[in-house]
């Protein structure tokens, strides 16, 4: 006899369905009614579960920053050094964008149909904020003597090489960022 699964939760599905149509295709081109028939649920369960389809991307949004945040922090644990960790953001992300699947980061190409103000904005900001933090704190452990400097040039190289990822299709922007995080480095200890 075999063992199934039970059927994700009309939750999950919907931000399964979300994550899948709004990363490929764009939180604003895709309607409310394709993520539903997508999940295969009922409009009322879109709209018990998150309240509007802003309610929707929010959780979206934050899925993908929590799976961001893992995904880094995981990757980083392999790293024995501070200087290694702190360069090992940009090996996390060229494994990423070496992805099939991989279009960039899914706040700046939120960001990018967004209005300034709303929900898309509050969440890019979140991550963002986390992302600023996360370098500070590496600067601040690999000795930097001024590690509030180190990190926000960390933070355009990493937006750099994210977005040329995306646009070559490719590792080479990660990999080449690697290179000058580590010269920056040198240069800040």
């Known amino acids: 006899m075999s063992a199934t699964s039970p059927r994700p939760s009309a939750r ?13 295709q764009g939180v604003h081109t895709v309607g409310i009614d394709k993520v539903i028939e997508h999940a295969g649920v009922a409009k009322a369960s879109l ?27 995981t990757g980083l644990e392999r ?4 200087r290694d960790r702190l360069l090992g953001v940009f090996d996390v992300l060229a494994e990423t964008a070496a992805r099939p699947d991989f279009r960039g980061c899914a706040f700046y190409n939120a960001s990018a149909e967004a209005h300034p ?8 900001d979140a ?9 500070l704190d590496l600067a601040r452990d690999a000795g930097a003597r001024d590690p509030e400097s ?14 040329g990822a995306r646009l070559d299709r490719g590792t080479h922007a990660p990999v080449l960022a690697r290179s000058m995080a580590a010269a920056l480095l040198d240069a800040a200890t």
């Open 79 to 82: 790293f024995g050094n501070p």
């Open 150 to 163: 180190l990190a926000a040039q960390l933070m355009i190289l990493y937006d750099g090489s994210t977005a």
């Open 127 to 135: 991550t963002r904020a986390w992302t600023r933090q996360l370098f």
């Open 47 to 73: 709209y018990s579960t998150f309240g509007s389809k802003d309610g929707l991307v929010r959780a979206y949004l934050q899925r993908r920053h929590e799976e961001r945040r893992t995904r880094i922090t």
């Open 117 to 124: 103000s709303g929900v898309v904005q509050e969440e890019a």
């Open 12 to 24: 999950d599905r919907l931000l399964d369905a979300a994550d899948e149509l709004f990363y490929a």
